[in-house]
């Protein structure tokens, strides 16, 4: 009997180690980005795919003031509300104390500079699959940017999901950097690739999720409930959406469908991060979502 | 045997009221299919300047101007009639405006007059080439997606 228990205490034992291990936060390598120096020219066209913007300008904010990255915007979710917190480079409210290693754990690995986890309403479940030299660009753009003396809020989050801990859970289950759409691939599809999957993160919200909250790859872009309230966000996927790729090139430049419907909902602040790209980044992206897998 | 009554009994009254509360009222419905012309009238105007602008066509002064003449009559309506309370997507099937709209009705109103003066702007210059109209038809972009955001459900 007695040898029985112990057995069993160390069973658990070794399961809240397995665990503890699980949800480790598992940040970059130490020396990853060692040598790499930012551009910050070519950094303002990384921060517009990424579309930083579009969640941490302040709520309503237009024009240049899109450049001030106080937070404040708030996000319903299933879990909770999420509320984008300040990313300006004020030392004290904002990142800018940061080091290209602090904010790459960040963009990557969803790991703070304190070793927490982030909630994956930062997509760096996208942002995963960034290359290291445009980590490096789009911080030394943001550095450059007017900082902001806005506190963060917190998020509001009921218990389990109050544990940031279990975030490495989900890390565990779902942050992987391979590509999505595979096969052979045009150069231009390839450039798309990387500027969905990558940056723009469009199927963080055009992706239905399972209940864990993780992407599900077989329904790729396929449409999904509205996160933050009712209605649907649409399949874009070639089963639904028959747009030429001058039209979706057009729409994500202007706001205006082919039909001169315009865009709206969080479409519309998506639309105003990618009408600062170039013509060449936009018919990429058009290239890539006219090769997506088509899904009812 | 009483139970099996008393849940039919409950199962018949549920359907009767979900049908209640799926009949609409007719005023209701005819406001939203008057307001759905309206937007239908919207994009089909906003659709002559646009393919100038995107060059799916090619640029005429006299058509552009008329086009945003007539942007300027359809935005220049009054909103007395289309959006009576209780039209939202909250309470009524087929339409995607938002309760927020009743929540905020002043700044709907303001958001709808920045649409009338965009295109007003659009109508002004409308005749002065295609890169004066690219401009303006920017703004009214603008000012269409911005009520969007706020108050239609996507």
Redesign the interface.
């Known amino acids: 009997m007695r040898r029985v228990l112990s057995l069993l205490a160390l069973l658990g034992a070794a399961a809240a180690a397995a665990g503890w291990w699980v949800t480790a936060p598992r940040p970059l390598e130490p020396r990853a980005f060692a040598g790499l120096q930012g551009d910050a020219a070519r950094g303002e066209r990384i921060f517009w795919a990424a579309g930083c913007a579009s969640c941490h300008a302040a709520p309503g904010a237009t024009g240049e003031a899109r450049l001030v990255l106080a937070g404040g915007r708030r996000f319903a979710s299933a879990f909770g509300t999420f509320v984008a917190p300040n990313i300006s480079p004020d030392p004290a409210q904002g990142i800018g104390g940061w080091t290209l290693a602090e904010f790459g754990n960040a963009m990557l690995r969803g790991v703070a500079p304190d070793g927490r986890h982030y909630y994956p309403a930062f997509p760096y479940g996208s942002y995963v699959r960034m290359r290291l030299q445009d980590v490096a660009d789009l911080k030394a753009f943001m550095d450059g940017l007017p900082a902001a003396e806005t506190p963060s809020k917190p998020h509001e989050i009921a218990f389990p999901f109050s544990i940031r801990r279990a975030v490495g859970v989900w890390k565990y289950l779902y942050l992987d950097d391979a590509w999505v759409l595979s096969g052979d691939l045009t150069p231009q599809e390839t450039e798309g690739r990387y500027l969905v999957e990558a940056l723009t993160h469009c199927a963080e919200c055009h992706t239905p999720r399972d209940a864990l909250g993780g992407l599900d790859r077989s329904r790729w872009m396929a449409g999904a409930p ?1 996160p933050s ?6 399949n874009i996927t070639p089963a639904r959406l028959r747009w030429s790729a001058a039209e979706i090139a ?1 729409y994500l430049q ?3 469908t082919p ?11 998506v ?1 105003k991060s990618t009408a600062m790209l170039t013509d060449a980044d936009r018919a990429a992206i058009a290239a890539y979502v006219k090769r997506l897998a088509p899904a009812e | 045997m009483a139970l099996v009554r008393l849940a039919t009994a409950a199962a018949v009254m549920a359907a009767t009221l979900g049908v209640t509360a799926a009949a609409a009222d007719p005023a209701i419905e005819a406001a939203i299919r008057a307001r759905k012309a309206q ?1 239908q009238l ?3 105007h ?2 002559v300047v ?1 393919g100038m ?2 060059g799916n066509r090619p640029y005429d002064a006299a058509a552009a101007k008329a086009a945003a003449d007539n942007l300027v009559a359809l935005s220049g309506l009054s909103r007395m009639f289309q959006w009576p309370e209780g039209s939202a ?2 309470t009524v099937e087929g339409t ?1 405006a ?1 309760p927020a709209i009743w929540a905020n009705f002043d700044d709907f109103t303001a958001k709808h007059e920045a649409l009338h003066a965009a295109t007003v702007a659009l109508a002004a210059v409308a005749g002065d080439g295609l890169d004066a109209l690219r401009g303006a038809m ?1 703004a009214v ?2 000012a ?6 706020a108050y ?3």
Do not use: K, W
């Not at chain 1, 315009?262 to 602040?269: H, I, N, V, Y």
């Not at chain 2, 269409?144 to 955001?149: E, K, V, Y």
């Open positions: 509205n309230g009712p209605g649907r966000i649409p057009a202007t706001g205006f039909e001169f419907d315009t865009a709206g909902g969080s479409m519309a602040d639309v | 937007f919207y994009a089909f906003a659709g646009g602008v995107q997507n909250d995607r938002l920017g972009g603008g269409c997606s911005a009520c969007h955001q239609r459900a996507p």
